[in-house]
C-alpha cells in the first residue's frame, strides 16, 4: 500500500472497515501522512463498539483515528466513540453501511399482521452471535408458540442441531437454513411473511437483518448493541441483556 500511495498519489484513502483496512492503511502511513493526503474511514458494525475493549487494538484505534481527516459510522454511538477514541475530522452523516432498498425489494408481498404466523430468528453463533440464546427462549416458550412456524437462517452447524433438538423436543415446526443457503431475496420474502425477527448479538452497528424486517413489515426483537434504540419507537423491541428470560419476555 506504501508503494501504491507513493505511485498513485491518491488526494484520498478510503479505509472501508477499521480492523482489516484500517490497520493496513496504519501501517501504510505509520511515518507520516502526505500533506495532501485526505484519510476517510469507515467504521463497520462492531469495529469500535467492540474492538476498543481490547488494549492491542485500542491503540491501533486510537492511532487510526488521529490520522483520520473523515469519518463514516452507521450510528451516532459510534460517532461519540470514534471521538473519544481520538478523532478530531469531520464527521459525515449516519447512515447505514448496506445502502437502502430498491423498489424491486419492495414489490415483495406483504401480509397483513393478522396473517403472519411466522417468527423469523438469526442463526449467528461464535463471536458476537447469539442465536442459541433465541433458540432456548423458543423452547421455553414453546407453548405459547404453538401454530407459528420457526425459521432460522443463517446457522451454522451447532444452531442446526439445536434446532432440529428444539423441534423435536417441543413439537414446533421449525425450519433451519445453514449460511449462504438462503438467497437475499428468499430472506426477504420470509420477513415479508414474518409477525417479529429476532436478532441477537453481543455487538454490531447497524443490523442490515434489523432494517430488513422493518422494512418488510416485521417486528424486530434485537440486542441493543445494534443501535437499535437510534431506530426504533415502537416499532421493535430492543433487548438489552441476552439472557434467555429478557428474551422471552421481549418475544412476548
Given at each position: 500500500m506504501k508503494a501504491a500511495i507513493r505511485s498513485f498519489q491518491p488526494s484520498?484513502?478510503?479505509?472501508?472497515?477499521?480492523?482489516?483496512?484500517?490497520?493496513?492503511?496504519?501501517?501504510?502511513?505509520?511515518?507520516?501522512?502526505?500533506?495532501?493526503?485526505?484519510l476517510l474511514v469507515t467504521n463497520w458494525g462492531s469495529d469500535i463498539f467492540w474492538f476498543q475493549r481490547f488494549p492491542k487494538?485500542?491503540?491501533?484505534?486510537?492511532?487510526?483515528?488521529?490520522?483520520?481527516?473523515v469519518y463514516s459510522a452507521e450510528c451516532e454511538r459510534d460517532v461519540v466513540l470514534a471521538r473519544n477514541l481520538g478523532f478530531t475530522g469531520q464527521a459525515m452523516p449516519v447512515i447505514p453501511n448496506s445502502g437502502g432498498f430498491s423498489e424491486p425489494d419492495f414489490a415483495i408481498p406483504r401480509l397483513v399482521p393478522s396473517e403472519r404466523?411466522?417468527?423469523?430468528?438469526?442463526?449467528?453463533?461464535?463471536?458476537?452471535?447469539?442465536?442459541?440464546?433465541?433458540?432456548?427462549?423458543?423452547?421455553?416458550?414453546?407453548?405459547?408458540?404453538q401454530g407459528y412456524k420457526i425459521i432460522?437462517?443463517?446457522?451454522?452447524?451447532?444452531?442446526?442441531?439445536?434446532?432440529?433438538?428444539?423441534?423435536?423436543?417441543?413439537g414446533l415446526e421449525i425450519k433451519a437454513f445453514g449460511k449462504g443457503t438462503m438467497s437475499h431475496k428468499q430472506v426477504l420474502e420470509m420477513f415479508a411473511k414474518s409477525k417479529i425477527y429476532v436478532g441477537l448479538s453481543e455487538s454490531d452497528g447497524i443490523s442490515t437483518s434489523m432494517l430488513?424486517?422493518?422494512?418488510?413489515?416485521?417486528?424486530?426483537?434485537?440486542?441493543?448493541?445494534?443501535?437499535?434504540?437510534?431506530?426504533?419507537?415502537?416499532?421493535g423491541?430492543?433487548?438489552?441483556?441476552?439472557?434467555?428470560?429478557?428474551?422471552?419476555?421481549?418475544?412476548?
Amino acid at each position: 500500500m506504501k508503494a501504491a500511495i507513493r505511485s498513485f498519489q491518491p488526494s484520498l484513502v478510503h479505509s472501508l472497515e477499521l480492523q482489516n483496512a484500517g490497520y493496513v492503511t496504519l501501517r501504510a502511513l505509520s511515518k507520516g501522512k502526505p500533506k495532501d493526503l485526505k484519510l476517510l474511514v469507515t467504521n463497520w458494525g462492531s469495529d469500535i463498539f467492540w474492538f476498543q475493549r481490547f488494549p492491542k487494538h485500542k491503540t491501533k484505534l486510537q492511532k487510526l483515528l488521529q490520522l483520520a481527516d473523515v469519518y463514516s459510522a452507521e450510528c451516532e454511538r459510534d460517532v461519540v466513540l470514534a471521538r473519544n477514541l481520538g478523532f478530531t475530522g469531520q464527521a459525515m452523516p449516519v447512515i447505514p453501511n448496506s445502502g437502502g432498498f430498491s423498489e424491486p425489494d419492495f414489490a415483495i408481498p406483504r401480509l397483513v399482521p393478522s396473517e403472519r404466523k411466522t417468527i423469523a430468528l438469526k442463526g449467528y453463533q461464535g463471536w458476537v452471535g447469539r442465536a442459541k440464546v433465541s433458540l432456548e427462549a423458543v423452547r421455553e416458550m414453546s407453548e405459547e408458540l404453538q401454530g407459528y412456524k420457526i425459521i432460522v437462517y443463517s446457522a451454522n452447524r451447532s444452531v442446526l442441531k439445536l434446532a432440529r433438538q428444539v423441534a423435536k423436543k417441543t413439537g414446533l415446526e421449525i425450519k433451519a437454513f445453514g449460511k449462504g443457503t438462503m438467497s437475499h431475496k428468499q430472506v426477504l420474502e420470509m420477513f415479508a411473511k414474518s409477525k417479529i425477527y429476532v436478532g441477537l448479538s453481543e455487538s454490531d452497528g447497524i443490523s442490515t437483518s434489523m432494517l430488513e424486517a422493518m422494512a418488510m413489515g416485521a417486528i424486530p426483537v434485537q440486542t441493543s448493541t445494534a443501535c437499535c434504540d437510534e431506530w426504533f419507537g415502537d416499532s421493535g423491541v430492543a433487548v438489552h441483556q441476552i439472557k434467555v428470560p429478557v428474551v422471552k419476555n421481549a418475544i412476548k
